[in-house]
C-alpha cells in the first residue's frame, strides 16, 4: 500500500529533485570545484537554508547523486526470475555494462570526486572490501543463481558479489585514473566477460 503524500511533502520532495537534477547538471556542465550552494541556488530558486536542510552539504549532494546511478530500472536487472536466473552469466554482464554507462555519461572527472570524497563506497576503515557496498538485489541474486546450479558452489554468493564488486571498481578506478580516454562500458564488458565467466555456467 503506497503513502499518499501531503501537498507540503509532494512541494518538498520536488525541491530536493530539483536541486540534485541542478547541481548534476552544473558539476557536469561547469566542475564540482567551483559550484558552490550559493549557484545551485540562483539556478533552482530553492534557498540557501533549504537546500542545506535537504543536504548537509555539497559533498552530501554528490553521494545522493552516486546514490540514484543505482536506479530501479538497473536494480530490476537482478529480479532472480526463473527465465533470468538460467542466463544468470548474461544478467550479471548486463547489470555492470548499465552502471558501466552510467559512469561514462557523468565523465571520469565526477566520478573521480565521488570515488575521492567517499572511500567508505569501497572501502572499510580496517583496509577491507567494505561488505555494505553489495547491493542487496546482487546478493539475493547470486544467492539464488547458486542454489539452481549456475553459480560456482565452491564459493559463498557473498564472496562471488566481492570478486565481481572488486573486479568493476578495479576497471573503474583505471578509467578514473586515465581520466576517461577509453569507453568504461566497452573496457568493463571485456574484463567482466571474462570474470562472471569464471564464476558462473551460463555465459
Keep these: 500500500m503506497s ?91 548486463e547489470y555492470y555494462c548499465s552502471v558501466a554507462e552510467k559512469y561514462d555519461r557523468i565523465g571520469a572527472q565526477l566520478a573521480k570526486h565521488i570515488a575521492d570524497d567517499f572511500p567508505a563506497i569501497w572501502m572499510s576503515p580496517d583496509g577491507t572490501f567494505n561488505r555494505h557496498y553489495l547491493p542487496d538485489e546482487l546478493l539475493t541474486f547470486l544467492r539464488r543463481a547458486q542454489e539452481e546450479g549456475y553459480l560456482d558452489s565452491t564459493i559463498s554468493s557473498e564472496e562471488a558479489a566481492m570478486i565481481l564488486q572488486m573486479g568493476s571498481a578495479g576497471v573503474l578506478s583505471l578509467w578514473i585514473y586515465q581520466k576517461g580516454r577509453f569507453s568504461l562500458r566497452d573496457q568493463i564488458e571485456s574484463f567482466m566477460r571474462r570474470l562472471i565467466g569464471t564464476l558462473t555456467v551460463s555465459l
Design 3 to 93: 503513502v499518499k503524500l501531503t501537498p507540503k511533502q509532494k512541494n518538498t520532495l520536488h525541491r530536493k529533485q530539483l536541486v540534485l537534477r541542478e547541481a548534476a547538471r552544473m558539476f557536469l556542465e561547469q566542475g564540482y570545484e567551483v559550484t558552490t550552494i550559493k549557484d545551485i541556488s540562483a539556478a533552482t530558486g530553492v534557498s540557501v537554508g533549504s537546500i542545506y536542510h535537504f543536504y548537509e552539504s555539497k559533498a552530501a549532494i554528490l553521494r545522493e547523486l552516486a546514490r540514484s546511478m543505482m536506479t530501479k530500472e538497473v536494480l530490476s536487472l537482478l529480479d532472480p526470475v526463473p527465465e533470468r536466473l538460467a542466463r544468470c552469466g548474461q544478467v550479471l554482464l
